[in-house]
């Protein structure tokens, strides 16, 4: 996935569009969209090392990590106990993901408010006409134009990116359920 981000990212430099949304953009949301998208990025990629790390320590006994302990502490409790804890290290591993949700919602309602902006910097010359001069129409006509850009880039780039960073924390999630599924088909099932 981290493959696909990099090298779709660089498709959208090396094609020109990062340049035209950010020209066509006065309102700079959409800048303010794709960098919080990069950060939400990097807090995947961290996120993704440590659960990598986690589910490696399933078959090695050196890392000691939150389902190292789990295991460790299951071999030597009864039922209820390992139930518990499984729920709690189940808790503490998703909760690692609920920033990443926060950032997806962030980025929807960021394009979204770029969407109004836009609509209002498109409608706002139209108050000001005073007669119908072709010259006078040509320039509400451009600037009506500027604002309709800025609504739909900023409502394009908060669809795409909320989306694709959904989809990471997704794949994150599908991991960790494999995981503790597992974890519990392990020790809760065999006793």
Known sequence: MLSLVVFSSYLIVDLGILSLIIDSDKSKISLIILSIYVLA??????????LDK?????DDKNHQTLIRSFIDKAIKEDLL?????LDLLEDELS???????????ILLKLGLTGTVIGFILMLLPIGEIKD????????LLATMSGGMAVALYTTL?????????????????????HTINYLSSKFLDEK
């Open 41 to 50: 990025c990097a807090h995947w990629f961290y996120i993704s090392i440590n």
């Open 81 to 85: 106990y390992q139930k518990n804890n």
């Open 157 to 177: 780039t908060g669809l795409v990116t909320s989306m694709l960073l959904k989809f990471q924390y997704f794949l994150l999630d599908s991991d960790l359920s």
């Open 132 to 139: 119908f001069d072709p010259q006078i129409l040509q320039k």
């Open 95 to 105: 909760n690692r993901h609920a920033l990443g949700y926060l950032v997806v919602d």
């Open 54 to 58: 986690e589910i490696s320590s399933l």
